[in-house]
């Protein structure tokens, strides 16, 4: 079997695939960068939480121009997933403005995005509708 290593430090591969947050101790707020304080009220402790696999699209984008080599049209969105704000690509989903909308529902989705000299595969994510 090959070896999959996640593309984003904060993705969880494995038998139940999620996203990991850093949640701030002093508030709430959820990043899922390093911090070195919360952006929101400057404490600096953080513990790790689980985030929802499934959630809401809150805004969206058709993105019809990129850098070289990246397919066009995609869609790019903002998902709530619980409280917690997700910035990902939606797959599985035509890129147009009839098949995507506010309030859609979508769930976690791994998408290859390479595979090294060594037979290793990275896996990114992103969400899909859910059925």
């Not at 960068?33 to 969206?60: H, I, K, L, M």
């Amino acid at each position: 079997m090959p070896q999959t290593v996640p593309f984003v430090d904060y993705l969880v591969l494995g038998e139940r695939p999620h996203l990991v947050a850093r949640a701030c101790t002093g508030c709430g707020a959820r990043f899922f960068d390093r911090r070195n304080a919360c952006a929101n009220c400057f404490a600096t402790s953080f513990t790790q939480v689980d985030v929802p696999t499934e959630g809401e699209v809150r805004a969206f984008t058709i993105v019809a121009h990129a850098a070289p080599g990246v397919p066009v049209p995609f869609v790019s969105a903002t998902v709530d997933c619980a409280g917690t704000s997700v910035r990902a690509n939606l797959v599985n989903v035509e890129p147009t403005p009839e098949a995507v909308r506010l309030g859609m529902k979508v769930r976690l989705a791994l998408t290859p995005v390479g595979v090294d000299q060594a037979g290793t595969e990275a896996i990114s994510f992103g969400f899909e509708p859910r059925p």
